[in-house]
């Protein structure tokens, strides 16, 4: 599989795209001035407990108070078989460090936890914890145990060295790699705690990688051919970091120095543009319909235009294939997390119901982040529950319409014009104006002065007062004003 990291930098954000075979699969936005917090270790302060739902809000700096569940404290983690209760472990005012998990997202603070664990190129440094642990990733069993002896001999014998978790990459390291590896994140751990005692509350004490730097350590695989940045000064960076962390992958960084827009050669902006629409049109005819709530995103198949060459559960189970694919493609590349549901066109036949499922599986398997798939339920529906830690691309680039107020549609102009007429008779029963004037947009004014004439002709009779009609231009359609003259 031909894999290519591009990167895009300006003052203001840097940009990632992530493609295999020319086809744009992941999108990464991170701007200078809103960066994600998740990874950051913070020396947060309890701010409540609260017993019923054994959780504590933590301030940590941020403009909302942070979110910690018993889950998530590690001596719950630790002794999972023995409830904890949180109002034993925490008290008001008591300081705690603390490592975000989740970002903000919408109305919701950050998602907290005590565990921390540090990531580095090769390995993750847990140093409460004493296990060593191997990603699911590494599928065959003596793999797994030759690298957990391979870390074993080089960790200090007889030390309370901490416990790792073995990443993917760490397949092909060599010792010198693995060793550079500990001791990076040994030395961040141990500035870490030193920052803990010389800090006041609610300070940082650690801040993760920006994204190109992330790039580097989370992102590329062996499969990545290489990493194109726009912008000398990261490109610079980005060397410095590859040659002293991860040296297999310094001589696949590249500068790009050509007049035209990285991002625009590639057709990555327009891909950014398709990937903010509700529909995703399917090769053959068919479409899908993308909603994203607070609670869950659902997903809609439809045949569209789609007609097949043989019958009709025919050119049903083909566009449910189809969109398999496309779907996984779509959860990588709009960041979808949390809950999804995913709405097939119904499907009797078991044979064609197993086969979409296990071509979805199939192709949710190539997504970095951890998803899982349920199976079809009773309705004909299929659930997938996908990690989130960071915001949607939609909720990073956009935010609510101020005309809909996100809801996705708007009031009619007629719906408009009798919200009007109801509050002018409102007025009239109230205050004895000389004369009652409407401002609104073009198309509300429009509607009075044609369709709706004769109503507001008989309200201006029944109250016995002359009504004017005023565009305004600024106004957008549910918007109006009446003035008492």
Known sequence: MKEHILINVTPQETRVAVTEEGVVQEIHVERTA??????????????????????AFIEIGLERAAF??????????????????IERLMFEGQSVMVQVIKDPIGTKGARLSTQISIAGRFLVFLPQE???????????????????????????????????????????????????????????????????KTL????????????????????VTDE???????????????????????TNVAPRVEHYQGERPLFEMHGVEAE?????????????????????????????????????????????????????????????????????????????NAEHRDQVLHELGKALA?????????????????????KRTRESLAHVLCEPCPVCQGRGEIKTAQT????????????????????????????VIDMFLDEESANLAMLADFIGKPISLQVESAYFQEQFDVILV
């Open 200 to 219: 006041p509350p609610e300070s940082m004490l650690y801040q993760d990688l920006n994204l190109p730097m992330r790039v580097l350590r989370d992102i």
């Open 34 to 55: 809103s960066r994600g917090i998740v990874g950051n270790v913070y020396l947060g302060v309890v701010k409540r407990v609260l017993p019923g739902m054994q959780s």
């Open 416 to 443: 408009v014009c009798y919200e009007i007429l109801r509050e002018i008779l409102r007025e009239a029963r109230q205050f004895n104006a000389r004369e009652y004037r409407i401002l609104g947009s073009q198309t």
């Open 272 to 348: 950014i543009e398709r990937a903010l629409a509700r529909r995703v049109n399917l090769k053959f005819g068919g479409y899908l319909i993308i909603d994203q709530t607070e609670a869950m995103t659902t997903i809609d198949v439809n045949t569209g235009g789609f007609v097949g060459t043989r019958s009709f559960d025919d050119t049903i189970f083909k566009t449910n294939l189809e969109a398999t694919q496309v779907i996984a493609r779509q959860l990588r590349l709009r960041n979808l997390g949390g809950i999804i549901i995913v709405d097939f066109i119904d499907m009797d």
């Open 130 to 196: 004493h296990h060593i642990g191997v990603s699911q990733r590494i599928e065959h069993g003596e793999g797994r145990e030759h690298l957990r002896e391979r870390l074993l001999q080089m960790l200090p014998k007889g030390h309370d060295h901490g416990g790792y978790i073995i990443r993917t990459s760490a397949e092909h390291a060599t010792e010198d790699e693995l060793r550079a590896d500990v001791a990076y994140l040994n030395l961040i751990w141990a500035d870490l705690k030193q920052k803990s």
């Open 68 to 85: 910690l569940h018993i889950a998530d404290v590690i001596e719950q983690r630790q002794h999972p078989s023995e409830p904890q209760r």
């Open 366 to 386: 190539k997504d970095r982040t951890k998803v899982t798939v349920s199976g079809f339920t009773s309705l004909g529906l299929v659930e997938i529950t996908r």
């Open 224 to 246: 990545t051919q290489k990493v194109v940045v726009d912008s000398r000064e990261t490109f610079q960076k980005m060397s410095e970091f590859a040659n002293a962390f991860v």
